[in-house]
């Protein structure tokens, strides 16, 4: 089983800036990829970045250029620093890791989600 903590959010004025944490721990073997989802009310849940191991990270269009996420490989931690923070981009912000555990004889996929953190931008 992989349990995911997440730290760093809060209330910060337009302009801005937060940074998002992510620790997973668990019986992981291999992380595939780690990814920030965020989800305002009344909007479906929306991938905001992602960083695959060994591939390109993601950035959706609306956060490009003012958010940046980053991984420690050795603490299976994931990181989005955000900059530049609009009241648009106000939500619950969710963790996402991918990958595989192990245990003595198996292994198995998993697809864990962090518990959510509040970003809330002012105006």
């Known amino acids: 089983q992989v349990q995911l903590v997440e730290s760093g959010g809060g209330l910060v004025q337009a302009g801005g800036s937060l940074r998002l944490s992510c620790a997973a721990s668990g019986s992981i073997f291999r992380i595939n990829a780690m990814g920030w989802y965020r989800q305002a009310p009344g909007n479906q849940r929306e991938l905001v970045a992602s960083i695959p191991t060994g591939g390109r990270t993601y950035y959706a269009d609306s956060v490009k250029g003012r958010f940046t996420i980053s991984r420690d490989y050795a603490k299976n931690t994931l990181y989005l620093q955000m900059n530049s923070l609009k009241p648009e981009d106000t939500a619950v912000y969710y963790c996402?890791?991918?990958?595989?555990?192990?245990?003595?004889?198996?292994?198995?996929?998993?697809?864990?989600w962090g518990q959510g953190t509040q970003v809330t931008v002012s105006s």
């Open positions: 996402n890791v991918i990958g595989l555990t192990t245990t003595e004889t198996t292994r198995a996929s998993f697809n864990s």
